[in-house]
C-alpha cells in the first residue's frame, strides 16, 4: 500500500486549497478512505470519511459545511476540497485508510493558514 499526499502549501484565512492523495498497491475501489490532520502539540484527527463507492461522506464538526471529500476510482486518487480556511486548520494532512486490521498512512502535506 502507498499514499501520496500532495496540495498543501501557505494559504490566507478565507482561502481555498484542494489537497489530493494518489493510492497504490491496493483495489482502491474497494476501501472506505480517510483524511486525518495532526496540529503542532495536539493529537490525530480524523476529518473526513468516504466510502468506496464515493456516496456515503462523513465531517468532523469542525469541518462540516467548509470541506469536501471526493474520490475518482478510475484515478485511484482522494481529494479534500478545503474552503474557508482558518489559522486553526493549519495542520499536517495525512490520508488514510484500513485494510485487513492494519491502519496505512500517506507521508503528510502540511497546510498553513496565516496572513
Known amino acids: 500500500v502507498q499514499l501520496v499526499e500532495s496540495g498543501g502549501g501557505l494559504v490566507q484565512p478565507g482561502g481555498s486549497l484542494t489537497l489530493s492523495c494518489v493510492a497504490s498497491?491496493?483495489?482502491?475501489?474497494?476501501?472506505?478512505l480517510n483524511w486525518y490532520r495532526q496540529a503542532p502539540g495536539k493529537e490525530r484527527e480524523l476529518v473526513a470519511t468516504?466510502?468506496?463507492?464515493?456516496?456515503?461522506?462523513n465531517y468532523a464538526e469542525s469541518v462540516r459545511g467548509r470541506f469536501t471529500i471526493s474520490r475518482d476510482n478510475a484515478k485511484n486518487t482522494v481529494y479534500l476540497q478545503m474552503n474557508s480556511l482558518k489559522p486553526e486548520d493549519t495542520a499536517v494532512y495525512y490520508c488514510?485508510?484500513?485494510?485487513?486490521?492494519?491502519?496505512?498512512w500517506g507521508q503528510g502535506t502540511q497546510v498553513t493558514v496565516s496572513s
Open positions: 488514510s485508510l484500513s485494510k485487513m486490521g492494519r491502519r496505512y
Open positions: 468516504i466510502d468506496f463507492v464515493g456516496n456515503g461522506k
Open positions: 498497491g491496493f483495489t482502491f475501489s474497494m476501501y472506505d
